[in-house]
């Protein structure tokens, strides 16, 4: 079956402490990025890659680092987690870029809670 | 202005209903505009791209209007499985789409 998973799916953490979110895609899409969603401002991108390797800032980077070592992972590092990282976090992936008439295939999500 | 901006409802409708959405957009330059469906507490999932010449899936049309820059998704003879967000997005820069808040529909029995 063709997904995206996200682990884990719930975690409560205190600040500061260092935590990794993982993404893992089995279509072979080059493209991958993370979104965090809050209430009444939507979708926001953090990071994006477009390829093993090649990895950019989104629109809300500040607090957060990725990785892409390889084609079908694409975990999400909070080196120091702070409350106002507090948020559902959604991994996607396409076949191409965002931008073009291609269909993102969204993660579970994960719910993060930092105290 | 928001890049992307929907009226958040709630559209409270009975089954059976037509109801419309609309969305606009401020970046004359995109070129790739979507609906997405996002259930309470899950993923959003494509419902629909959006062509220029408007396009019908089933019970559901989505219109482009570039002039106004605005994008449309009427939902006919609505069923309590259409309940959720919809979410309106756009493909911006070349590599991200931007997504609006969402539109709270809820059909009632």
């Known amino acids: 079956e063709a997904q995206v998973t996200q682990n884990p799916r719930y975690l409560i953490t205190v600040t500061g402490k260092k935590l990794t979110v993982t993404c893992s895609q089995n279509m072979n899409h080059e493209y991958m990025s993370w979104y965090r969603q809050d209430p009444g401002l939507g979708l926001r991108q953090i990071y994006y890659s477009m390829n093993v390797e090649v990895t950019d800032k989104g629109d809300v980077p500040e607090g957060y680092k990725v990785s892409r070592k390889e084609k079908r992972n694409f975990p999400l590092i909070l080196e120091s987690p702070s409350p106002n990282q507090t948020s559902l976090y959604f991994c996607?992936?396409?076949?191409?870029?965002?931008?073009?008439?291609?269909?993102?295939?969204f993660g579970p999500g994960t719910r993060l809670t930092v105290l | 202005r928001k890049e992307v901006e929907q009226d958040p409802g709630p559209f409270n409708v009975p089954e059976g209903a037509t109801v419309a959405f609309n969305c606009t957009y401020s970046n004359s330059a995109s070129q790739s505009f979507f609906w997405y469906r996002q259930d309470c507490r899950k993923e959003p999932k494509l419902l629909m791209s959006?062509?220029?010449s408007g396009n019908e899936d089933g019970r559901f049309t989505a219109q482009l209007n570039r002039a106004s820059q605005y994008i449309s998704l009427l939902i006919r003879d609505s069923k309590l499985s259409d309940s959720a967000t919809y979410l309106c997005v756009y493909g911006g820069a070349t590599n991200k789409l931007i997504f609006g808040t969402g539109t709270l529909l809820a059909v009632q029995p």
């Open positions: 959006v062509y220029s």
């Open positions: 996607a992936s396409s076949l191409g870029l965002a931008g073009g008439q291609v269909t993102q295939y």
